[in-house]
């Protein structure tokens, strides 16, 4: 039987620390083989010449997944929030390199999405810089205290927090301007257009950044399965993660 590779892309200010939980579910459910990637200023250094935008960390995550799938591995694909707009955009390029797709936020692909509030200003020239440097520029203990404010576990907030500096924020700005809309809508249309794999729609419901109604809406135009997740919020993997893992185990098992 060919090895199958669960692939986890984390997104934005993160670093694979949110898939510790998730990682331990899916080892116990029999998929030992799971990749944690993390996109270049994302915990991860920088390359030098790489520019952070939307379109250079699809191509990033392609040939990570191609390198992964030559080594004779068929790949059952995961995105979170920017790490889903990753999967998103690998999928238009590249839809052959996995056997599934799994991803949240997809209210983003939809032409009516209009970015959350701490978005927009990442996108506006000046202000996005000031925001930033005061999420950067502060101590360690201050930048853990924005993530636990957020609702995130003290152990990952400090792992967030050590990894949220200076080069994280230039690439969070460059990605979140390169990924305005019309951009993300554009890329639901195109996604909408093609044959891709069996794909998996994941709706935290209490996710405040993404309309519920907005990534139903995407599912559906993208003909996919549709995990809906009452009472989580858009950090739905860091704890309880049981009836989260037998869903993902279960969506993989009927492909």
Do not use: K
Not at 53 to 73: C, F, H, K, P, Q
């Amino acid at each position: 039987m060919t090895e199958r590779t669960v692939v986890l892309v984390h997104g934005n200010p993160e670093t694979t620390a949110i898939w510790g939980a998730l990682t331990a579910a899916l080892h116990e459910r029999g998929r030992p083989s799971v990749v944690a990637l993390s996109p270049p200023g994302f915990g991860a250094p920088v390359p030098d010449g790489f520019d952070p935008t939307m379109d250079n960390y699809a191509e990033w995550l392609v040939a990570e997944l191609d390198a992964i799938r030559a080594s004779g591995s068929e790949i059952d694909l995961l995105g979170h929030d920017w790490g889903a707009g990753h999967v998103y955009g690998a999928l238009a390029r590249r839809p052959d390199l996995v056997r599934t797709w799994v991803g949240d936020i997809a209210g983003v692909l939809h032409t009516d999405y209009v970015w959350h509030d701490m978005a927009q200003a990442w996108q506006t020239p000046e202000v996005g810089e000031q925001v930033i440097d005061a999420l950067t520029g502060g101590s360690i203990d201050d930048r853990t205290a924005v993530f636990t404010g957020l609702g995130l576990p003290a152990d990952i907030a400090a792992e967030l927090g050590a990894a949220a500096d200076a080069t994280m924020g230039r690439c969070i700005l460059r990605l979140y301007r390169t990924g305005a809309q019309p951009m993300v809508g554009e890329l639901g249309d195109r996604l909408a257009a093609m044959e891709l794999p069996p794909g998996l729609i994941v709706d935290a419901v209490d996710d405040p950044y993404i309309p519920t109604d907005l990534s139903n809406e995407v599912a559906a135009r993208l003909g996919t399965e549709v995990l809906r997740l009452d009472g989580r919020g858009h950090w739905w993997m860091v704890d309880d993660v049981d009836p989260v893992a037998d869903a993902l185990v279960s969506f993989w098992s009927s492909h």
